[in-house]
Nanobody, 124 residues
Framework: QVQLVESGGGSVQAGGSLRLSCAASGRTSSSHAMGWFRQAPGKEREFVAA????????YNSDSVKGRFTISRDNAKNTVYLQMNSLKPEDTAVYYC?????????????????WGQGTQVTVSS
């Protein structure tokens, strides 16, 4: 079992930055591929970024490419999402997820564990 707790969300103006953190407990995060998703009101959960178990491979959605970066510190069992140049359309609840079945994963069904989410609000 893996428990995930996100933090770092908040309100920011367009063009600003936030860094989300996802602390993992239970089995170490180094044995899981990690990802970030987001869900805006009335919309489906959307893939944002994914990192492989070792952290060597990363993949971003086109909507955040060049602005968001996923990283991980396996010694701290923590995954981060650095978000720069934020836009109002980035407003959503952001979820951290862990997959024990895939080396890297981009779809919600590929993940086994989810955090409770953290709200990010970007105002224009």
């Amino acid at each position: 079992q893996v428990q995930l707790v996100e933090s770092g969300g908040g309100s920011v103006q367009a063009g600003g930055s936030l860094r989300l953190s996802c602390a993992a407990s239970g089995r170490t995060s180094s044995s899981h591929a990690m990802g970030w998703f987001r869900q805006a009101p009335g919309k489906e959960r959307e893939f944002v970024a994914a990192g492989s178990r070792s952290g060597a491979s990363r993949y971003n959605s086109d909507s955040v490419k060049g602005r968001f970066t996923i990283s991980r510190d396996n010694a701290k069992n923590t995954v981060y999402l650095q978000m720069n140049s934020l836009k109002p359309e980035d407003t959503a609840v952001y979820y951290c997820a862990a997959s024990s079945r895939f080396t890297i994963a981009t779809m919600p069904t590929m993940y086994d564990y989810w955090g409770q989410g953290t709200q990010v609000t970007v105002s224009s």
